[in-house]
Nanobody, 128 residues
């Protein structure tokens, strides 16, 4: 059974940093895309960043580039999201997800192809 659990959220002041972690089980990273998404109340889910486990290539959304860094520890089935220079508009529930690799070298399409796995989110609140 595939399971993912995000952790590390909390309350932080604007300009601060947080490091989210995602503990995974039930699959291996080498044939999956793994990624981070977020969804704020009343808003659509946004893709932040992902890693293609087959070649460790990464994708970032435009608003995540330069502030967020994704990384993974495949041996321990753990993924991280380092978030710096946080802004109040980053307040959201952050989710980690996994999906079978669709295209090697491009992790994003895998999450929209049908089969994907999602963990319970972790709330990040950025105060101004």
């Amino acid at each position: 059974e595939v399971q993912l659990q995000a952790s590390g959220g909390g309350l932080v002041q604007a300009g601060g940093s947080l490091r989210l972690a995602c503990a995974a089980s039930g699959f291996t990273f080498d044939d999956h895309a793994i990624g981070w998404f977020r969804q704020a109340p009343g808003k659509e889910r946004e893709e932040l960043s992902c890693i293609d486990g087959s070649d460790n290539s990464t994708n970032y959304s435009d608003f995540a580039k330069g502030r967020f860094t994704i990384s993974s520890d495949p041996a321990n089935l753990t993924m991280f999201l380092q978030m710096n220079s946080l802004k109040p508009e980053d307040t959201s529930v952050y989710y980690c997800a996994a999906a079978p690799t669709l295209y090697s070298g491009d992790c994003s399409p895998a999450f929209y192809a049908g089969l994907s796995y999602w963990g319970k989110g972790t709330l990040v609140t950025v105060s101004s």
